[in-house]
T-cell receptor, first 113, second 118 residues
Framework: GQNIDQPTEMTATEGAIVQINCTYQ??????LFWYQQHAGEAPTFLSY????GLEEKGRFSSFLSRSKGYSYLLLKELQMKDSASYLC??????????????FGAGTRLAVHP | GAVVSQHPSWVICKSGTSVKIECRSL??????MFWYRQFPKQSLMLMAT?????????EQGVEKDKFLINHASLTLSTLTVTSAHPEDSSFYIC??????????????FGPGTRLTVL
């Protein structure tokens, strides 16, 4: 089956660092994505990992271990505007001849002063 | 670049009516578009994959006769919710694949359409 797990909610302090974990079990794997979604808005792309290791993009970093079925998103120097849901998505199945994205339930992050 | 629009952004309709939602890729061509549904505090659930010039591929449990998808051009896909009922009230989001022009083949999402069926 297809299963993607991530914590439901997290809280953190402005200026701090937070790590959001994601574990997955999918029938196939062709990349892992992290998206940010503010309430009532569409997701926006944050990062993409297809090989093991760390990808860094400014305040955001994402790590992948394919052997462990594990990824994390690291957010540094937290700002109030980082309060949002963070979605882990695995590209792992075929839909219409294209690898489809399977989304986790999302982690709601609340950043407080 | 890679902007996707949706229209309307929100719609309220009576039970039994049909609603059409448009998804457009504004600055790129998309042979493949995806339609998702998101209920409050839940994640995105893929409904169907839309390929230009061919029939859509629906996910298990999604009624193809209720959710009609048309991908008539490389920049436009439409989702029609036929005979809508209150349980169809949800946030509908489309995404488009820019192919090799994208980053890691990511999908770019539209802003979503909030459907409320009374």
């Amino acid at each position: 089956g297809q299963n993607i797990d991530q914590p439901t909610e997290m809280t953190a302090t402005e200026g701090a660092i937070v790590q959001i974990n994601c574990t997955y079990q999918t029938s196939g794997f062709n990349g892992l994505f992290w998206y940010q979604q503010h309430a009532g808005e569409a997701p926006t792309f944050l990062s993409y990992n297809v090989l093991d290791g760390l990808e860094e993009k400014g305040r955001f970093s994402s790590f992948l271990s394919r052997s462990k079925g594990y990824s994390y998103l690291l957010l540094k120097e937290l700002q109030m505007k980082d309060s949002a849901s963070y979605l882990c998505a695995v590209r792992g199945g075929f839909s219409g001849g294209y690898n489809k994205l399977i989304f986790g339930a999302g982690t709601r992050l609340a950043v407080h002063p | 670049g890679a902007v996707v629009s949706q229209h309307p952004s929100w719609v309220i309709c009576k039970s039994g009516t049909s609603v059409k939602i448009e998804c457009r890729s504004l600055d790129f061509q998309a042979t493949t578009m995806f339609w998702y549904r998101q209920f409050p505090k839940q994640s995105l659930m893929l409904m169907a994959t839309s390929n230009e010039g061919s029939k859509a591929t629906y996910e298990q449990g999604v009624e193809k006769d209720k959710f009609l998808i048309n991908h008539a051009s490389l920049t436009l896909s439409t989702l029609t919710v036929t005979s809508a009922h209150p349980e169809d009230s949800s946030f509908y989001i489309c995404s488009a694949d820019p192919g090799l022009a994208g980053v890691g083949d990511t999908q770019y999402f539209g802003p979503g359409t909030r459907l409320t069926v009374l």
